[in-house]
């Protein structure tokens, strides 16, 4: 008599998903009944490679982290995605070592005097966070605090000088200080996710690990990781466009009343899948939506999510982050430069005389804007939290009208000779299969609550055997590399070696 094989769902074809697939596959030889369900009509989740004027870019993951240990590195050179393609592609490339700094009104900012300091301070600050030589300010939990402390000791032991070199009497010293300090924070901002980093916990920032080495983009796209990853799982593994609403389990002794399997899973589409172990991987956002008042978007559990589960998703942090890409026309032969942009920050509020701007309040948390790869003709600005959200909500004239005024307000000459073609721009907060971009320690969790992410359920007491009905995977999910895809690669294989222990298989 041939043993039934044990059935295994996995919700979600990301990254998490699809290494927690291939390693069960690859280790099990066919032991177990093995299916993918994605709700989407692609595989690949936050990863998303595109076509935009002509040039391979990234929509989400863009970054390999460090290449020194990365095992998304180890697959890019394995499978020879390094190697140039016959296409361009976002490599960015174009980073001088003394970037152009531009304060809002178009003026250089001197990079020895002005900008290399504050960002000589502000690195240094983030690197006290990542060693665990921070102190946080006045007993504020959040990095917003501690930073900003840091920047007032800093104006208050340097040298006084009056003169800013801007050729424009407005800008005091203090003010574009101001100014440099928070376009690093914006660069903070799209690391992180965090909207205001007066949400980011300044305790967890020592926990989070990065690997050595440059970070480099994927010359084939970083989908071509995904696709490896697919490709060798037997053919019907994946199934598209099967989206799970409700997640039936068995709290108590781990048997569901008819004997059948112990998870079953329901669909949009009004159908049911009976299981033995579920892996869910979808992200936080899909999961704190399920959690909340429930408008259809998100996965419910029945019975609900136990209180240290759905306490810990409600806790972390998940925030939005987008990239728009402009496609320039320009009569000059000379290349775009990379420029970082800094913005008034005294700018007229409530009627106080202070200095007004044409640049929507949309655009002002821009760190920079530069070319996907040195002379591309393609640009690329990052964005952030409220900023993010709106900019999913503008249509194309609004973004390119309010993208002009940014280029007239920082690079007048420039601007004079190009106008902007066309655009393009994610919109990971709005879509429902996603909610937001990825995760961060806020003030309200800290790292603990990304290992109870990871618990399986239902919940053992010590010395019970688990019972692994439904596991869960995905960046939120990995304490020291959440927010990444080599977080979410860790976290597939977590899952599948707990379940490969659990019945005995391989090492
Ligand atoms: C703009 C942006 C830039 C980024 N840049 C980088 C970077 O440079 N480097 C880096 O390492 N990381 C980066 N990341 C983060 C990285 O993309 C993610 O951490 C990683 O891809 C997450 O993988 P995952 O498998 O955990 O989740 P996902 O990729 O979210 O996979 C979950 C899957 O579940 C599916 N799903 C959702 N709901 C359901 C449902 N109800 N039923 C069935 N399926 C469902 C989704 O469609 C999705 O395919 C970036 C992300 C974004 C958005």
Not at 36 to 57: K, M, P, S, Y
Request: charged fraction near 25%.
């Amino acid at each position: 008599m041939v043993a039934k094989k044990a059935k295994i769902v996995i919700v979600g074809a990301g990254i998490a998903g699809l290494t927690t697939a291939y390693r069960l596959h690859a280790a099990s030889h066919n032991l177990f009944d093995l299916t993918v369900f994605e709700a989407g009509n692609r595989i690949g989740g936050r990863i998303l490679t595109a076509d935009f004027a002509g040039d391979r870019i990234e929509m989400g993951a863009t970054w390999i982290h460090g290449i020194g240990g990365s095992p998304v590195y180890a697959i890019a050179t394995e499978q020879n995605l390094l190697e140039e393609p016959s296409c361009n592609w976002e490599r960015m490339d174009g980073f001088p070592s003394d970037p152009l700094t531009v304060a809002e009104g178009g003026f250089t900012v001197n990079h020895d005097n002005l900008a290399r300091p504050i960002s000589s301070l502000y690195r240094h600050l983030m690197d006290d966070a990542r060693t665990g030589d921070a102190t946080s300010a006045d007993g504020d939990p959040g990095v917003r605090a501690y930073l900003r402390r840091g920047l007032r000791q800093y104006q208050a032991t340097r040298a006084a000088n009056t003169n800013t070199g801007l050729g424009d009497d407005t800008w005091s010293l203090e003010a574009i200080e101001e100014s440099l300090f928070a376009m690093e924070e914006c660069t903070e901002r799209t690391c992180t996710s965090a909207d205001d980093l007066s949400d980011l916990n300044l305790s967890a920032e020592s926990e989070y690990k990065e690997f050595p080495g440059d970070h480099i983009t994927i010359a084939k796209g970083y989908s071509q990781i995904v696709e490896h990853l697919a490709s060798a799982l037997p053919p019907g593994t994946i199934h598209l466009g099967k989206k799970v609403c409700l997640v039936e389990w068995c709290s108590g002794d781990g048997s569901s009343p008819d004997g059948s399997p112990p998870v079953r899973l329901h669909f949009s589409d009004d159908s049911v899948v009976d299981a033995d172990h579920v892996i869910v991987t979808v992200s936080l956002g899909v999961l704190k939506a399920g959690i909340g008042k429930g408008d259809g978007k998100g996965i419910k559990f029945d019975p609900a999510l136990p209180d240290f589960k759905s306490k810990a998703i409600g806790r972390l942090g998940f925030g939005v982050v987008d990239k728009l890409f402009l496609q320039m026309e320009t009569e000059s032969r000379e290349a775009f430069p990379f420029v970082r942009l800094a913005f008034r920050q005294d700018l007229e509020e409530n009627g106080s005389k202070r200095h007004v701007s044409k640049i929507p309040w949309w655009i002002r948390k821009t760190e920079s804007i530069c070319p996907i790869y040195r002379e591309s003709h393609v640009l690329l600005a990052w964005f952030a939290g409220k900023e993010a959200m709106h900019l999913e909500s503008l249509n194309d004239e609004e973004i390119i009208s309010g993208v002009h005024a940014t280029l007239d307000g920082f690079l007048p000459s420039i601007k004079a000779g190009c106008r902007i073609a066309s655009v393009k721009r994610s919109r990971w907060g709005t879509d429902p299969l996603f909610l937001g971009s990825y995760s961060y320690v806020s003030v309200a969790s800290s790292v603990d609550d990304l290992d109870l992410m990871a618990e399986p359920l239902p919940r053992v007491k010590r010395g019970e055997v688990p019972r692994l009905q439904i596991l869960f995977a995905g960046e939120a999910t990995h304490r020291t590399h959440y927010s990444t895809t080599h977080g979410a690669y860790y976290s597939g294989i977590r899952e599948a070696d707990r379940l490969l222990r659990f019945y005995n298989v391989g090492n």
